[in-house]
């Protein structure tokens, strides 16, 4: 057995005599004594260390197949693939008007008709073949919960045909939190929801500049008491835009959570990301989820500092680990109101990267037009520890930057100024260090 090649290795002057290693494409973290890593580089571990390495990644039976086993390690996931995600765009109605707000010529009236909502069924029926297990519908809008019944109609008639295949429906939403009662949780609950994700802008008077109503009447309080009146019927996650002037009101901001009754036990998930510069008037900022370009100097402090402040409160901050780009999933679309179909939902209303509709199906041509594996082809990324980590990164982030998406977005610089650092987070907060430490 040997290494994997896809592993960091830490020493860090606050675990003397220990090396942290961690397994970029299994996401696994351990901490070893430098003579027991010793003994794994020269090939002499010994039985049972063997199977528990191994089981995590950490040794592989050989370094060069693994390599060409994580080129392909797309093919593996669209083959085992268990899940049909969809992002769905009910319609482009809000009544928020956030100053960051890039919807703009989108935003409107405009709402997935009776017609589209039927056909979407169908599309849903053909594609939830044999094997799938789960239905993911992802609920945008606009703001998703103006579209309830929309969204109620869908997952009546969705439920039965997914269990009768042996599947669930699960359903999450990304909404404003402005009209997120007990009521209507109590009643989406029925159709499978499994949380939502709700966005708040730093301290009050802050969110309540980017995020107002439409009328200017201020959001925080509102959204605020809504968290906390539901905060036990689903899981909410929580996510926040921050800039390089307000990144550091985000850990006030969990204490003020913390005594509205918004604890770390009630809360799933702390996803706080920068504010996207976008180049184009399309886009709005919650469609990025989890993905951001990180390459501005500014943001490693930042991220750290922000990533470090969540942990010390006792919320759980977002998994180190493999997150393939949806573009790359074959089994994952996102489904705009008027039913056509594209590969993430950061597209929308980028006409040429439509990629068919609900009524024609997919146009496979999107695996040139969208650059599929393109990351498989640059040097740099096949000699790259990051790779299970990044995949060539972001394509919307490419796009921004260059106007198509044909080169990979790199994450190597942002990853080398900041991985150990998190590492040693993780380390500290999640696992406990004392769980890992030996006296050497
Ligand atoms: S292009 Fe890929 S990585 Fe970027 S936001 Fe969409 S799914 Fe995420
Ligand atoms: S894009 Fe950069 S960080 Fe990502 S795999 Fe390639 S070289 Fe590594």
Excluded at 202 to 209: E, Q
Excluded at 212 to 224: L, M, N, Q, T, W
Excluded at 231 to 249: D, S, V
Excluded at 347 to 356: A, Y
């Amino acid at each position: 057995m040997q290494l994997t090649p896809y592993q960091v290795v830490c020493r860090h002057r606050t675990i003397p005599g220990q090396v942290l290693l961690f397994a970029t494409k299994t996401g696994a973290l351990i901490l070893l004594a430098e003579e027991d890593f010793a003994a794994l580089e020269k090939g002499q571990a010994v039985d049972e260390e063997i199977e528990q390495l191994s089981e995590i990644g950490f040794l592989v039976a050989d370094a060069d197949t693994e390599q060409r086993q994580v080129m392909h390690y797309m093919d593996d996931i669209n083959r085992l693939n268990p899940n049909l995600t969809l992002a769905l765009v009910l319609g482009m109605e809000c009544n928020f008007a956030c100053r960051y707000c890039f919807e703009g010529s989108q935003k409107g009236g405009k709402a997935m008709d009776d017609a589209t909502a039927d056909q979407l069924v169908t599309f849903i029926k053909q594609r939830f073949g044999p094997g799938k297990k789960k239905l993911l519908l992802q609920i945008y809008g606009g703001e998703p919960l103006l579209y309830r019944k929309r969204l109620i109609s869908l997952a009546r008639q969705l439920k039965p045909i997914v269990e009768a295949r042996g599947g669930e429906l699960k359903i999450d939403l990304v909404s404003n939190g402005s009209l997120l009662t007990a009521q209507v949780v109590e009643e989406l609950n029925a159709w499978g929801l499994d949380g939502v994700k709700v966005t708040l802008d730093g301290l009050p008077d802050n969110h309540n500049h980017f995020r107002p109503f439409k009328s200017g009447r201020e959001s925080f309080a509102v959204i605020v008491r809504n968290l906390a009146n539901v905060c036990g019927l689903t899981k909410i996650r929580l996510g926040g835009n921050y800039t390089n002037e307000t990144y550091t009101q985000f850990g006030p901001l969990l204490d003020h959570l913390s005594e509205q009754g918004l604890t770390p036990d009630k809360v799933e998930l702390v996803n706080f990301n920068i504010v996207l510069k976008v180049n184009d008037k399309l886009t709005a900022n919650e469609y990025h989820g989890g993905c951001a370009t990180i390459n501005e100097p500014w943001l490693r402090e930042a991220s750290l500092h922000v990533r470090e402040e969540v942990y010390r409160r006792g919320y759980t901050v977002p998994e180190l680990g493999p997150q393939p780009c949806a573009v790359e999933v074959d089994d994952a679309f996102t489904v705009h109101y008027d039913g056509s179909l594209y590969k993430c939902v950061t597209w929308v209303g980028h006409r040429q990267f439509r990629i068919g509709d609900i009524w024609q199906g997919v146009d496979e041509k999107y695996r040139q037009t969208h650059h599929l594996l393109h990351w498989q082809k640059e040097g740099k990324c096949q000699a790259c520890v990051y790779l299970p980590l990044c995949f060539g990164g972001c394509r919307f982030m490419a796009y921004q930057r260059d106007g198509h998406m044909g080169k990979v977005d790199c994450r190597k610089s942002f990853l080398d100024a900041t991985l150990e650092a998190m590492l040693l987070q993780d380390l500290r907060y999640k696992y406990g260090y004392e769980l890992f430490y030996r006296e050497p």
